[in-house]
Every structure is written in structure tokens, then in C-alpha cells.
């Protein structure tokens, strides 16, 4: 998801809750560094956008080191698709993540999975797909190209659709 000290909180406070298992956007799996150079435009999303009618969540009084607030748009009863906004105490995005397919940890299988995480502070800009059952592939892109790729659903868009719909 986001390479930063948020996910690092988000994996240990998702290993200590073991009586409940939590959705992976809250486990936090950080993208990591050896991503491969890319274009957002080549970039294929093994997991297509959810169709679903997108409802609204603000999260806040997060724990230490995340930010004060997320908000995110959550598709599907699954979910099948979270895409969240992080802001900054200032109320200025600061990271952006999409993740689509399979985000439920407590089912025991590891699905489809295509994540799409841009560091708005430190500009930069990953996407990965993790097939059930492969490989994992990770495409690192520079963040300009990447906030309007089609390829990766116009994350600028979406971000200020979240922002007008979610953020109030």
C-alpha cells in the first residue's frame, strides 16, 4: 500500500488483533523500494475497478505516525475496492491508495490483488499485482504521470471526488 511509517503501524496493529482478523488497508502491506522502473501507462491492473456504488468512510483519531484523518471511498460489501486519502494536519492530502480485489485477510487465501499507492509528499508513485497463487509484480512510476493515468483510474479525479463527497 503506502511506503511509509503508516504502514509499518497499520501491519503491527493488524498482527496484534489475531481474535479479529483485519482487512488488509489496515494490515498495511508496504509497496517496497525494488519496484521495477515503469510508465503508469503501461501499467495492467490484474484487478478492474469495482462497478459497485462507492460509499463514503472518515477515519479518525488514527494511531500515532498515520495522520489525523483518512477518508476513502469503499466499493462492494467485501470490499472489493478502498480507495483512501490520507491527510495531513493541515487538511492537505498527503498519500493516495487504491486497492482492488481480494482485501479480506480473515478468509484465510491471499486473491487477486491490484494495489496502486502515491506518496503525494515524497512524490513518488508505486502500482503492484499479485495473482492468487504467483508472482508479484511492482511498477515504480514517476507521481506526474501517474495522478491522471487512465491506466490507474485517474487518481487525481478520484481524489477529489473522495475529498468533495467524503471529506466535508
Keep these: ?10 501491519a503491527v496493529l493488524g498482527a496484534a488483533c489475531s481474535h479479529t482478523p483485519e482487512p488488509m488497508f ?11 522502473p515503469g510508465s503508469a501507462a503501461d501499467f495492467v491492473p490484474l484487478v478492474a475497478p469495482s462497478r459497485a456504488s462507492p460509499r463514503c468512510e472518515d477515519l479518525r483519531d488514527l494511531p500515532a505516525g498515520m495522520g489525523p484523518r ?33 482485501l479480506n ?39 506526474e504521470e501517474a495522478m491522471y493515468a487512465e491506466s490507474l483510474g485517474q487518481p487525481q479525479a478520484m481524489m477529489d471526488r473522495i475529498l468533495a463527497e467524503c471529506a466535508g
Design 105 to 143: 485477510a480473515s478468509d484465510g487465501r491471499d486473491g487477486d490483488l491490484t494495489a496502486i499507492a502515491i506518496n503525494l509528499v515524497q512524490g513518488h508513485a508505486f502500482a503492484r499485482n499479485r495473482p492468487e497463487g504467483g508472482t508479484t509484480t511492482r511498477v515504480r512510476m514517476p507521481m
Design 1 to 10: 500500500m503506502i511506503r511509509s511509517r503508516s504502514a509499518l503501524v497499520l
Design 26 to 36: 489496515r494490515r498495511g502491506e508496504p509497496m517496497r523500494a525494488d519496484a521495477t
Design 70 to 102: 483518512v477518508v476513502s471511498f469503499i466499493f462492494g460489501d467485501g470490499p472489493e475496492q478502498r480507495i483512501a486519502v490520507t491527510l495531513g494536519e493541515d487538511g492537505i492530502p498527503r498519500n493516495y491508495s487504491d486497492m482492488r480485489g481480494d
